[in-house]
């Protein structure tokens, strides 16, 4: 190990199974887990990093917990976050002692809202905290160290997850008729229309209309300025038809996989001309059908295939939003983002290309953009499973709510069978490789991802919509993650698993 400022974090592999236990994939963040590109490497010894002289850190890496999961976790000191310094530390006690500190710290703040935990959660709180005792008297023996560190991480993990559930529980208020329950309505060109429209508003209260240029089940905009609105005009009248309120979207989106030829040649003064005669034309047809437009999708440096500066990416999202303003003032407009804890900037990608610009968090965008007075309404957060566990992903979602905006959780998504798998993936044999959150998912699995995200959602009043992604296989984001099985359109148990959440609230 060399340089004065380099920290060695030392995993030992405790663990019973094959593995692999630590994934290639680690970065770093500061303390408020917003990532910055390092020189955190993993190597034959550990995971090395040498942060800049004063700046405060936590390292992220996907590390396998049995009986748990194999999830990315963070190590941050206890939310002190790290200083360079030469030092060897003992990774699985650095992991469990960051769980730990922030179920305290989650588990008073939560306390003063008037919540009272169960006995499970009380339980492995305590559980959790004498391991890591044990850990922390053992440091000078560090096998023995990391054996009770591994223990504690598990009982931490799982009490940090039974504190969100049943915090949001307590939570709720039945009978809220505010809040929207949403899914993507594209499997209306898959389906018998009658039978999509008893299963899709059994359901749902609020749709989204894809209007992707290309790549889209019927593309948008395939050929420059011939719109294909026929197909989405009937569409959107039918599920008015059904008193289902309807998001349009995107009006950008350059993603590798949508964005045509025609508009990847456009400079910037080009796109811009092109984009205003795109969303008047677009907002004019529909006029108030559509309650909400997304304007931008993903364009904090992830889905950048015209290659933007990060200046230019504010200037366009504000020019667009003023345009979708002007067009129709009654209009609510959201900024949708994904990849919520921004691996992508330490791999240093637009997607699979190399990134040209420094790159950003989808937080720091946002809130960028709140500062350049950006006319929008809602916070569009994407909440696929993305191999956190559910604590993570909940803290992340509130951190766009204290940015003063209404929030949609705008696409919510998990598997149904084995791992996960974006739709243009080849099927992998996931009986070889260590499960991602309790097992290796299964029907019933998907509905408890369903279930705590939807709770969560309908506890926080900011956060006015959830939207599943999307409602048949196998044209979902995720191969199997569809309400409805493929070919029989039969539902999932999540189907039942939302309905009996919404009779027990009382909500629709």
Known sequence: MKGSGEILFRPYFVQRGRGPHLAECVYASDVQWDTFHSNIKLTNDGIKISAAEGQRFAIHVRWNVEGYGYLFQAADNGGDGYEPGF???????????SRIEGNRRRFQALRQESWQPSRASLSCMELSMNYLDDARKTQANPELCAGYAQQALAHGLLASELIELERARSAVQKNRRDFLFGCDARAFFQMPTDLFCDRFSQLFNYATITHYLIGDVI?????EGQKNFTERAAL?????????????????WAHAWVTPDWLRRKDYDALKLYLEKHIREVISFYGDRMHVWEVVNELHDWANELEL?????????????????????QVRLLINN???????????????????????????????????????????????????????????????????????????????????????????????????????WDEELQADWLEQIFTYAYSRPLIEAANWYDFLDPHSFLQSGGLLRKDTFAPKAAVDRLLKCQAEWNCR
């Not at 593309?219 to 050929?223: I, K, L, T």
């Open 309 to 329: 500066s990060p200046d230019q990416c504010v200037d366009l999202t504000k020019f667009a939003c003023d345009i979708a303003r002007d067009v129709n003032p």
């Open 87 to 97: 030092r060897e530390l003992n990774l699985n006690y650095e992991l469990a002692k």
């Open 236 to 252: 959107c009248d039918l599920l008015r038809q059904r008193n289902i309120t309807v998001e349009g979207r995107p009006l950008f």
């Open 338 to 440: 994904c990849c919520p804890f921004a691996e992508y900037v330490q791999l240093g990608k637009w997607h699979e290309k190399p990134a040209r610009h420094p790159q950003r968090t989808p937080l720091q965008f946002i809130r960028q953009l709140i500062e350049a007075d950006v006319d929008f309404d809602i916070v569009g957060a994407q909440v696929y499973f993305v191999k956190r566990p559910i604590a993570d992903v909940i803290a992340m979602i509130e951190r766009y709510e204290s940015l003063g905006k209404r929030v949609h959780l705008s696409e919510v998504g998990a598997p149904s069978r084995g791992i996960t798998q974006e739709f243009h993936e080849t099927e992998r044999d996931f009986s070889v490789e260590p499960y991602e959150w309790r097992r290796h």
């Open 219 to 223: 593309n948008f905009e395939p050929q």
